[in-house]
């Protein structure tokens, strides 16, 4: 089975750093972009990014870029989304989503982690 | 950017009645060489993740009922689920994935029950 698990919800100060994580399983994770998307509390999805586990090329939405950063370790299948100094706003449930074709990120999301609570306060 | 703007932000429904939501882009997502539409369709519950519903405008994933069809072409796409049944009750979000890294989400329509 195809799937994507997050780590655990997580509190934290702001100006601590923090990264939270997104295992694969079921398919080859080199071959598949992964995306990060959020959700802040009661309104809707923003996409942030996507990486490529196969090379880490990295595409960031302009909204978080320098923000935020992406990283994956292929040899645990895992992927990470870090912040090196969190605020209040970064209060959020953060999703990690796989796009429907390999090699490919200009795609729908058709497999998701279950999402990763971050408060910040 | 693409701005995604849906319509309405939320609607009642009667159980087995019609439901019709619009989404409506700042600029076109069809792409005329492969004549694909690149935008997307999901539903969201309460506490879960979103699920794919459409992809490529029309296409229902596979395990989706039928009752859910999506429709449109350039920049107005709609979402319909022709006859409402309980489990329906969400949130759903229309996405763009033609303009990159700027691909972006809607605003999302909350569908209740009447």
């Known amino acids: 089975e195809v799937q994507l698990v997050q780590s655990g919800a997580e509190v934290k100060k702001p100006g601590e750093s923090l990264k939270i994580s997104c295992k694969a399983s079921?398919?080859?994770?080199?071959?598949?972009?992964i995306g990060w998307v959020r959700q802040m509390p009661g309104r809707g999805l923003e996409w942030m990014g996507v990486?490529?586990?196969?090379?880490?090329?990295?595409r960031y939405s302009p909204s978080f870029q320098g923000q935020v950063t992406f990283s994956a370790d292929k040899s645990i299948s895992t992927a990470y989304l870090k912040w090196s100094s969190l605020t209040a706003s970064d209060t959020a449930t953060y999703y990690c989503?796989?796009?429907?074709?390999?090699?490919?990120?200009?795609?729908?999301?058709?497999?998701w982690g279950q999402g990763t609570m971050v408060t910040v306060s | 950017d693409i701005v995604m703007t849906q319509s309405p932000d939320s609607l009642a429904v009667s159980l087995g009645e019609r439901a019709t939501i619009n989404c409506k882009c700042s600029q076109s997502v069809l792409f005329t060489s492969s004549n694909k539409n690149y935008l997307a369709w999901y539903q969201q519950k309460p506490g879960q993740p979103p699920k794919l519903l459409i992809d490529w405008a029309s296409t229902r994933e596979s395990g989706v009922p039928d009752r859910f069809s999506g429709s449109g072409s350039g920049t107005d796409f709609t979402l319909t689920i022709s006859s409402l049944q309980a489990e329906d009750v969400a949130v759903y979000y229309c996405q763009q994935y033609y303009i990159t890294p700027l691909i972006t989400f809607g605003g999302g329509t909350k569908v209740e029950i009447k």
């Open positions: 079921g398919y080859t994770f080199t071959n598949y972009w």
């Open positions: 989503a796989r796009p429907k074709y390999s090699n490919f990120y200009q795609d729908a999301f058709d497999i």
């Open positions: 990486i490529y586990p196969g090379d880490s090329d990295t």
